[in-house]
């Protein structure tokens, strides 16, 4: 069959017009790959091999505008693929094609993602390593990675957290306080070694907000109670709100 003309589209792609007014797509890749512009003939056989490696093509345009929303490890492109009901062999040949463009690779998406969540996130190393493991990438892979998030720096980011949990408490005492910022910061994956070494020796509440706390509660109690009671009644309430033994005399 005779090629009359090749016709430009979006994406990449060519309309190739055959005798007899028959069109078919084609990825420019495949008009170099098999010589069309020199040959200008196409056998059935041909354009048979044609049409099933351009819907390989036409496959990866899809994989890889979803890519260009963001990075995207290689798990989530397979399965990105899968929900759209593409045979398994057209999605291993799609994997195969970015990966071999250089738009498909798991370090550098676990550089990125680790760069980018040090730099815009309050998430410690252990969520990071987490997330990681969900999309896929490898425990080599994040375990080449991870030592960019050194201890240094998670000990700066609890220490700004925790500093941050301290001015924005209003009622704690300095055992609830700690409870919950402990478990705050487990919940960001910080390591428990590193916010104990944090936590420990810091002042948590000041006495200005003991003080404040006790006047509360007192003023609240001695409506009910007096004396000995009010006092007992007072040390109780204070335990319950976390004050152990901030300014205790």
Not at 89 to 97: C, G, K, R, W
């Amino acid at each position: 069959m005779r090629i009359v003309r090749f016709t430009k589209n979006k994406n990449g792609m060519y309309q190739l017009t055959l005798e007899n007014n028959i069109k078919v797509k084609i990825h420019e890749d495949l008009i170099l790959k098999y010589d069309l512009l020199l040959k200008k003939e196409l056998d059935e056989k041909t354009l048979l091999k044609i049409r099933d490696e351009n819907f390989i093509y036409e496959v990866y345009e899809i994989a890889f505008k979803y890519m260009k929303i963001r990075l995207r490890s290689q798990k989530e492109i397979e399965a990105y693929l899968k929900k759209k009901e593409y045979p398994s062999e057209v999605i291993a040949s799609v994997l195969s094609l970015l990966k071999e463009r250089g738009d498909l690779d798991d370090n550098m998406y676990a550089t990125s993602y680790l760069h980018d969540k040090m730099l815009m996130s309050h998430d410690g190393p252990n969520k990071i390593r987490g997330e990681l493991e969900k999309v896929g990438i490898s425990t080599e892979i994040i375990e080449k990675v991870m030592p960019s998030y050194t201890e240094e720096l998670e000990k700066e980011k609890i220490e700004k957290l925790v500093q941050k949990q301290i001015k924005t408490n209003h009622s704690k005492g300095s055992m609830l306080l700690k409870k919950k910022i402990q478990s705050y910061l487990t919940s960001l994956g910080y390591s428990s070694m590193l916010i104990n070494q944090v936590l420990n020796g810091k002042k948590l509440v000041s006495e200005d907000l003991y003080q404040k706390e006790y006047e509360k509660q007192k003023k609240l109690l001695s409506k009910k109670y007096s004396g000995k009671e009010l006092e007992y009644k007072l040390k109780q309430k204070m335990y319950q709100k976390g004050f152990s033994n901030d300014f205790w005399n």
